[in-house]
C-alpha cells in the first residue's frame, strides 16, 4: 500500500516537473500568427547568428518593436515604434533605391542595435516573456505593426532620419549638437514624459587611473574641461588634457549612458552620475510610454518629437 503511494506520488512528481516544459515547448513562437501586413522583402544581417536571412517588412518590424521597446509599453508607444522603425528602415532599402547597412552592403539593415536597428526572432522575444502573457504580448506587437500599416514619417515629403534613444532626461538634443549636422525636423524639445524610466539616472565609480586610460591620456595630462553645454546641460565639446572632443565621443570613451554628466573628483576617483540614456536626439522611447499613458496618440508623440513632420503612407519604389 505504502509503495503503491510512492509510486503514485513519484508518477505526480514527474509530470509536474514535465509536463509545463512539454506545454511550454510546444506553445512558444511556432503556433503564434505572423505579421500580416507590410509584405515587402527586406534583407537583415542577424549579428547573432551572422547570416544573412530575408524576411517579410512587417515580421522583421514585428521583431524590432519586440527588441526595441518593453512590449509592457502602452500600445500607442509601440505603435510609434513601429512607425518610426518602419520609416528607419525603408529609408535605407536598396528595394526603395537607397544605400542598405553600411557595414554590410549586402544587407538593408543589420540587427546591430548600436549601428541600425535591434531586432528578435519571435521565438526568442516570446522565450523572454512569462508564459501565460507569451500570447498577449505577440499579439499586443503585431497589433502595433498592423494598425500603422504603411505608415512612415516624411518631412517636405522625404522620409526622415527617424532616430530615436531610450530615455533623453528632461529635453531632447538638436542634431547638430550632438553629431554634426543640422537637420530641420530634429530640434530640441521638452520632455516631461520619461521621468519614470528606469534609465533615468545613474551614477558610476572610476579610479582616476582608469580615466585617463579610457580617454587616453596620461594620468598627469587628465584635467577634464567642459568647453560647450547645450542648454539642456549635455556635454558638446571637452577638453580631456590631451585634446578636444565632442560629447558623444568623451561618453562612449567613458562607457556613460549619457553625455549630460557632472562629475565629482576625489583624491583616487570620479563619480560621474548621468541623465538620459542614449544620444537624446529624436523620439525619446520611455517619453512615447509616458506619453501614451497619458491618452496621446500615436501621431501625437511623432508629432512631438519629429518638429515639422508628417505621418503618411508609403508605397516601396515611389
Ligand atoms: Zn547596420
Ligand atoms: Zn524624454
Same mark, same amino acid.
Request: charged letters at 40%; proline letters at 12%; hydrophobic letters at 25%.
Given at each position: 500500500m505504502l509503495k503503491k503511494i510512492g509510486l503514485v506520488l513519484l508518477v505526480m512528481l514527474v509530470l509536474l516537473l514535465v509536463l509545463p516544459a512539454i506545454i511550454v515547448k510546444s506553445c512558444s513562437g511556432k503556433i503564434l500568427p505572423d505579421v500580416k501586413v507590410d509584405p515587402y522583402e527586406v534583407s537583415v544581417w542577424n549579428h547573432k547568428t551572422q547570416e544573412l536571412t530575408t524576411m517579410p517588412l512587417g515580421e522583421y518590424l514585428g521583431g524590432v518593436v519586440a527588441a526595441e521597446m518593453p512590449v509592457q509599453f502602452h500600445l500607442e508607444a509601440l505603435k510609434a515604434q513601429a512607425v518610426v522603425a518602419r520609416t528607419y528602415t525603408i529609408a535605407k532599402m536598396r528595394a526603395n533605391g537607397k544605400g542598405g547597412c553600411d557595414r554590410h552592403?549586402?544587407? &538593408?539593415?543589420?540587427? &546591430?542595435h548600436t549601428h541600425c536597428q535591434a531586432w528578435t526572432s519571435k521565438e526568442d522575444a516570446v522565450a523572454n516573456w512569462p508564459f501565460f502573457r507569451q500570447r498577449s504580448y505577440w499579439r499586443k506587437i503585431i497589433q502595433a505593426v498592423s494598425e500603422t500599416q504603411d505608415q512612415v514619417i516624411t518631412y517636405q515629403g522625404k522620409l526622415i532620419d527617424a532616430v530615436y534613444h531610450s530615455t533623453c532626461g528632461g529635453s531632447t538634443e538638436n542634431s547638430e549638437e550632438v553629431w554634426s549636422n543640422q537637420v530641420s525636423y530634429l530640434r530640441s524639445v521638452q520632455c516631461e514624459f520619461c521621468s519614470s524610466s528606469p534609465r533615468y539616472t545613474e551614477t558610476v565609480q572610476l579610479s582616476v587611473a582608469r580615466v585617463a586610460e579610457k580617454l587616453g591620456v596620461s594620468t598627469a595630462e587628465l584635467n577634464i574641461n567642459v568647453l560647450e553645454r547645450t542648454a539642456s546641460g549635455r556635454i558638446i565639446k571637452v577638453n580631456t588634457g590631451k585634446e578636444i572632443i565632442r560629447g558623444l565621443e568623451f561618453r562612449s570613451r567613458l562607457g556613460l549612458r549619457s553625455s549630460k554628466v557632472s562629475w565629482l573628483q576625489e583624491e583616487t576617483d570620479y563619480s560621474f552620475t548621468t541623465v538620459g540614456y542614449g544620444h537624446a536626439v529624436g523620439m525619446c522611447q520611455y517619453g512615447a510610454d509616458g506619453m501614451a499613458r497619458q491618452g496621446y496618440t500615436v501621431l501625437e508623440i511623432v508629432d512631438k518629437y519629429y518638429t515639422g513632420v508628417q505621418v503618411t503612407t508609403v508605397q516601396i519604389g515611389e
Open positions: 552592403p549586402e544587407a &538593408d539593415i543589420c540587427t &546591430d
